[in-house]
């Protein structure tokens, strides 16, 4: 049974950071191509950041909106993802998801749809 589990989320004021985990279980995320989309109340839900799988070299893609400011990374090890979330502003307000898609392609998706296992989400509230 594949679990993706999200924690790391809450409250901060503008300009502050945060960073989210994503622990996986029952698959091993090397072979898949990991993501954080986020989705904000009334919004579809956007793509955020994503790790390619282990066949295209683990290379990091972002959304343009963030600027650089967010970072992500994976721990084969631990087997989890992260997403360092720096300078943050009101409009990153959010639920975060985790997403992993097993397809062997390369590159990265950045519509949710070839991701089939997702975790249940972690709030990110940004206001002061």
């Known amino acids: 049974q594949v679990r993706l589990v999200e924690s790391g989320g809450g409250w901060v004021q503008p300009g502050g950071s945060l960073r989210l985990s994503c622990a996986a279980s029952?698959?091993?995320?090397?072979?898949?191509?990991m993501a954080w989309f986020r989705q904000a109340p009334g919004n579809e839900r956007e793509f955020v950041a994503a790790i390619s799988n282990k066949w295209d070299g683990g290379h990091a893609s972002y959304a343009d909106s963030l600027e650089g400011r967010f970072t992500i990374s994976r721990d084969n090890a631990k087997n989890a993802v992260f997403l360092q979330m720096n300078s943050l502003k009101p409009e990153d307000t959010g639920i975060y998801y985790c997403?992993?898609?097993?397809?062997?392609?390369?590159?990265?998706?950045?519509?949710?749809?070839?991701?089939?296992?997702w975790g249940q989400g972690s709030q990110i509230t940004v206001s002061s």
């Open positions: 029952g698959v091993t995320i090397g072979d898949y191509a």
């Open positions: 997403a992993a898609d097993g397809r062997r392609s390369l590159g990265v998706a950045v519509i949710p749809g070839p991701y089939e296992f």
